[in-house]
């Protein structure tokens, strides 16, 4: 019972990750991520000033930056999730040492990479958008429901009483290899797509299948550099044109080079009977955010399309973790999967 509790807080804690993840993206593609700006409060309340004297304070207290209700409430939503998925991480934390025999190990990464989460957080806001504040935060994100799925998966096979006592599969070193440079190059466009976003580099290039200009005679290999000169304010971007294309058409060259590690990858999957749901999972998912990356372009970027773009890139790159998960449990002997499970 103690770890069917655990389970579903476990799941709760999934779902509620993937929330914040859409929420996050949402707040950046309204230009609500400066809606409020002070940190972890609005405009010096807990929520977003409401009447016409907290308006008349928030604007003595902060005159530079005149107030958005709707903006600063994107805003506010999104860190209160963001403070739900904190306590309920601290809350799987504060079982697993109340209870032997609970996991403790993933929920301790977890809580450490949350608190760093939360600061990248105030940075973003008080360091105004700063390109790479903003990557790591994305990224920061996917990693905490990458983590809390793996976590699921564990739980999982602890909760259902029984492993999988066939012979573990033979000639899998191969896939194992394919299946952990697929979460590398998926991991590494997730952070090109941030810092596209980051850089307000979405919609420079509106044509395919790479851009309407001269973009190899304008590359710009400075457009990547991680620390950018000083600004008051990196909202709406602070790059150049040619930096920005450069920006756009390495993520598309990366989509195509993930779209093919990943096709390959659900290809091989697809011959093992046993992990055929994840083929099906990943070629459905890639297909998805393919269909959903070139919607962006022809459209000029649909908030809600874009938002899906995140939400998909989260769930594929998950879904991934999931793959190499499976793919290790497979090749791994009866015994040692077992004593994995009573460890947790």
Not at 277 to 291: F, I
Request: aromatic content about 10%; proline content about 4%.
């Amino acid at each position: 019972m103690r770890w069917r509790r655990y389970q579903y807080l476990v799941y709760l804690t999934l779902v509620w990750s993937l929330a914040v993840i859409v929420l996050g993206a949402y707040t950046r593609l309204t230009e609500a991520g400066l809606g409020c700006p002070d940190w972890p409060g609005c405009y010096g309340f807990a929520a977003v000033p409401q009447t016409a004297e907290q308006h008349l304070q928030a604007k003595a207290a902060f005159p530079h930056a005149p107030l958005e209700v709707h903006k600063a409430w994107n805003e506010m939503i999104h860190r209160y999730f963001a403070g739900g998925l904190g306590i309920l991480i601290l809350l799987l934390n504060l079982m697993a040492w109340r209870h032997r025999g609970l996991p403790r190990g993933l929920p301790a990464l977890l809580l450490g990479v949350v608190i760093f989460q939360a600061m990248l957080g105030m940075w973003t806001v008080t360091m105004a958008l700063k390109p790479v504040v903003v990557m790591g935060h994305l990224l920061g994100g996917f990693t905490t429901a990458g983590l809390l799925l793996l976590l699921a998966m564990r739980v999982r096979r602890r909760v259902r009483g029984h492993l999988d006592r066939r012979t573990p599969a033979r000639n899998m070193g191969g896939l194992t290899w394919l299946a952990a440079l697929a979460l590398l190059v998926t991991l590494t466009q997730v952070a090109l797509g941030g810092w596209t976003a980051a850089n307000y580099a979405a919609v420079v290039c509106t044509q395919l299948p790479v851009c309407e200009v001269d973009w190899a005679q304008q590359f710009d290999w400075s457009a990547f550099h991680p620390i950018q000169p000083p600004h008051d304010s990196y909202q709406y971007g602070v790059l150049n044109y040619e930096q920005r294309v450069s920006i756009h058409v390495a993520h598309r060259f990366g989509a195509a080079i993930t779209a093919l590690v990943l096709g390959v990858l659900s290809w091989q999957l697809w011959q093992s009977v046993r992990l055929r749901r994840l083929a099906l999972w990943v070629g459905t998912l890639l297909g998805v955010q393919l269909t959903l990356g070139i919607t962006n372009v022809v459209a000029s970027l649909p908030l809600m399309v874009a938002v899906g773009h995140n939400l998909v890139g989260g769930l594929l790159l998950i879904t991934l973790v999931a793959t190499n998960y499976a793919i290790f449990s497979c090749r791994v002997p009866l015994g040692m999967r077992l004593n994995m499970a009573r460890e947790g």
